[in-house]
């Protein structure tokens, strides 16, 4: 199986901070690769896929970068409403598909 | 709009079995292959098993749960299952629906809310 590394696995930064939290896949994924934001008590909510394309709906603050091994997700200015935490997810090829072990993302 | 809705989550004893329900609506159900995933208290979400849109075509299985767990749909009916056979204590937590975009992708765009299991003596 292929295993996803996230880092670091909690933050604490202030309103208007940019935010980076990275995934690192144990092998090349090319760009299979989604990004989930998920509230206490929620499902996850898809921001990212394919690396680097926003979903419909999510605001353009949140980006994603990164191809093969190593991938990054941004939030470019920190909202009091982007706490909680983020995962990655591979999707490349067949089953299973793993996530990352999340990071928690906490106003400073 | 989407939406996917749970049920038939509970507290069971080990050695025991569920059967998990999602009712889908706001979408062509029998377009989309779909999956089931869980979440254990405080830890990452787990892939657990996918069902293409005509329910022929393939299913795949995490190996955790692969000869325990079953996954089907009635597209007449738009709604998922997952029979859940000799649970074990390591497959409590919260089981997520999930439509995939297309078909086998991986890619997961709609969730339902989930659905607690508990597996407890």
């Known amino acids: 199986d292929i295993q996803m590394t996230q880092s670091p696995s909690s933050l604490s930064a202030s309103v208007g901070d940019r935010v980076t939290i990275t995934c690192q896949a144990s092998?090349?994924?090319?760009?299979?690769l989604s990004w989930y934001q998920q509230k206490p008590g929620k499902a996850p909510k898809l921001l990212i896929f394919?690396?680097?394309s926003l979903e419909k709906g999510v605001p353009s603050r949140f980006s994603g970068s990164g191809s093969g091994t190593d991938f990054t997700f941004t939030i470019s200015s920190l909202q009091p409403e982007d706490v909680g935490t983020y995962y990655c997810q591979q999707y490349d090829n067949l089953p299973p598909w793993t996530f990352g072990q999340g990071t928690r993302v906490e106003i400073k | 709009d989407v939406q996917l809705v749970e049920s038939g989550g509970g507290l069971v004893k080990p050695g025991g079995s569920l059967r998990l329900s999602c009712a889908a609506s706001g979408f062509t159900f029998n377009s989309h292959s779909m999956n089931w995933v869980r979440q254990a208290p405080g830890k990452g979400p787990e892939w657990v098993s996918s069902i293409s849109s005509d329910s022929g075509t393939y299913t795949y299985y995490a190996e955790s749960v692969k000869g325990r767990f079953t996954i089907s749909r009635d597209n007449a009916k738009n709604s998922l299952f997952l029979q859940m056979n000799s649970l074990r204590a390591e497959d409590s937590g919260v089981y997520f629906c999930a439509r995939d975009v297309v078909a086998a992708t991986g890619q997961m765009d709609y969730w339902g809310q989930g659905v607690l299991v508990t597996v407890s003596s």
């Open positions: 092998q090349d994924i090319n760009n299979y």
């Open positions: 394919d690396s680097s």
